[in-house]
């Protein structure tokens, strides 16, 4: 999908930093509540071992 963006905006710094802000945007509203709320849901003592 950025791919595909990139290869539109390419020519365009205007356009890509406008599609950038958009895309944090969507970071903060839809990824970011629900990282946390998985996160709440882990049982408490359980660690990320990653």
């Known amino acids: 999908m950025l791919a595909i963006l990139y ?6 710094e205007k356009l890509l930093f406008e599609a950038a802000g958009r895309l944090g945007l969507v970071w903060k509203k ?3 509540p629900q990282l946390r709320m998985d996160l709440e ?3 408490a003592g359980l660690e990320d071992v990653t």
């Not at 290869?7 to 365009?12: A, V």
């Open 41 to 43: 849901e882990r049982p």
């Open 30 to 32: 839809v990824y970011l």
């Open 7 to 12: 290869d539109r905006i390419r020519g365009d």
